[in-house]
């Protein structure tokens, strides 16, 4: 049954990338298309860090087994949209100029967050797959608590961003806070 169910899901995940392509066909991304994509795609990567983060909480709660099984294809999801963010800032804004690429990383400390949480998640993609867990066992668990260090520098690169504190990056930061909160309170109890 679950895996009837994870296809709609996958498929509903997919969603706001077939808005963006379907908006870059039909030339509906405004005066900024760049920074449209850029925004959208850092936004989903949010909103994937959140739903991937709130699957054990959600199990706790409702002592029900099949929010773990969509875990594993949520972060995938986070590491998919976080990388169409980065590979839009790296190729269609800067068309791959290392040089200048490399001057942000360094010099704008929110570039730089956002480039370590994504240098971070690479290692959760790799090894997210059945047999990498089997293979890396309890090291797997330990590698995968990098998704609390990278949810931060996600809500700590989208605050450096806006440099004016708005409402939007603070209702994800409460989010974030209260659900690595949660983890912190289950793991004690």
């Given at each position: 049954m679950q895996k009837y169910i994870k296809i709609p899901i996958f498929f509903f995940c997919l969603l706001p990338i077939l808005i963006i392509v379907y908006q870059i066909i039909f030339n509906q991304l405004g005066p900024e298309p760049v920074k449209k994509i850029t925004h959208v795609t850092g936004e989903w990567t949010?909103?994937?860090?959140i739903i991937t983060l709130a699957m054990t909480p959600?199990?706790?709660f409702t002592e029900l087994n099949f929010w773990i099984s969509y875990r594993r294809m949520f972060g995938l999801f986070v590491f998919f949209y976080a990388s169409a963010h980065m590979m839009t800032y790296v190729g269609i804004d800067y068309r791959f100029d290392w040089s200048s690429i490399g001057d942000d990383i360094i010099k704008?400390?929110?570039i730089f967050a956002g480039f370590l949480a994504w240098l971070l998640l690479v290692p959760l993609a790799l090894t997210s797959s059945k047999r990498m867990i089997r293979l890396l066992r309890d090291k797997w668990k330990k590698l995968h608590k990098l998704v609390y260090i990278i949810s931060l520098l996600g809500i700590i690169h989208y605050l450096w961003l806006v440099k004016v504190v708005t409402v939007e990056p603070l209702i994800y930061?409460?989010?974030i806070v209260i659900l690595l909160t949660l983890r912190v309170k289950m793991k004690f109890n």
């Open positions: 949010l909103r994937f860090i959600l199990q706790k704008k400390k929110f930061l409460i989010i």
